[in-house]
């Protein structure tokens, strides 16, 4: 059972440059989110999607764009990176019931230079 | 209003001992769920444990309990017989129902387990 994957482990991107990152979970959740983390900080919430086609933000929306096109797969886009945007992205899972617990992804360091 | 409130930027413990950390959270919604994970310094987040509102019992999962004092509105995380490998970032969340679709995470709390 794979979880939560994400893919690349690690990045450099130069501003102004685009990306996705990937974002897979085979546990069959409605629920799947994209969360940042700057160094010595908590998660900040980019994006979350409630099921395939639905796609809301969260508190930090700028800059980056979510599909969902199909229940497995969430990625994130990152448009005109900008240094502000080097962080460390995590993609997490749960399903509909009030006591389950997300799941992460292993995470994304990315670092715009 | 913050959701979740972690006061404790960094704690230190003695090995063996035991460490409290803090969690109040603030809602309105009667059917709530609290999280705690612990994200060590290699970065992936590890869910702990978790306590329903309507729970009568405070959860337990091994080393870990959650001190649920719902008047108080506080969800503190109790880690007994400390251990080196406990030294890690410690994040308390919450889940409502009526806004099921999201969790609110703390600031976070740093543990150091001292030798």
């Known amino acids: 059972n794979a979880g939560v994957t994400q893919t690349p482990k690690f990045r450099i991107l130069k501003i102004g440059q685009s990306m996705t990152l990937q974002c897979a979970q085979d546990?069959?959740?409605?629920?799947m989110y994209w969360y940042r983390q700057d160094p010595g900080m908590g998660l900040k919430l980019i994006y979350y999607?409630?099921?395939?086609?639905?796609?809301d933000k969260g508190e930090v929306p700028n800059g980056y764009n979510v599909s969902r096109s199909t229940t497995e797969d969430f990625p994130l886009r990152l448009e005109l990176a900008a240094p502000s945007q080097t962080s460390v992205y995590f993609c997490?899972?749960?399903?509909?019931?009030?006591?389950?617990?997300?799941?992460f992804g292993p995470g994304t360091r990315l670092l715009v230079l | 209003a913050q959701k979740i409130t972690q006061t404790q930027p960094g704690m230190f413990v003695q090995e063996k001992e035991a460490v409290t950390l803090d969690c109040t959270y603030d809602?309105?919604?009667?059917?709530?769920?609290l999280f705690w994970y612990k994200q060590p310094s290699s970065g992936e987040m590890i869910f702990l444990i978790y306590?329903?509102?309507?729970?009568?019992q405070n959860a337990t999962e091994g080393r870990y309990s959650l001190n649920f004092q719902k008047a108080r509105k506080s969800a503190n995380l109790v880690i007994s017989a400390s251990q080196l490998g406990d030294s890690a970032m410690y994040f308390c969340?919450?889940?409502?129902?009526?806004?099921?679709?999201?969790?609110?995470f703390g600031t976070g709390t740093s543990l150091t387990v001292i030798p």
């Open positions: 809602t309105s919604d009667p059917s709530y769920g």
């Open positions: 997490a899972s749960n399903g509909r019931g009030g006591g389950e617990t997300q799941y």
């Open positions: 999607s409630v099921g395939a086609g639905i796609t």
């Open positions: 546990m069959n959740h409605n629920y």
């Open positions: 306590q329903g509102s309507y729970d009568q």
């Open positions: 969340a919450m889940r409502e129902a009526t806004t099921g679709n999201q969790f609110y």
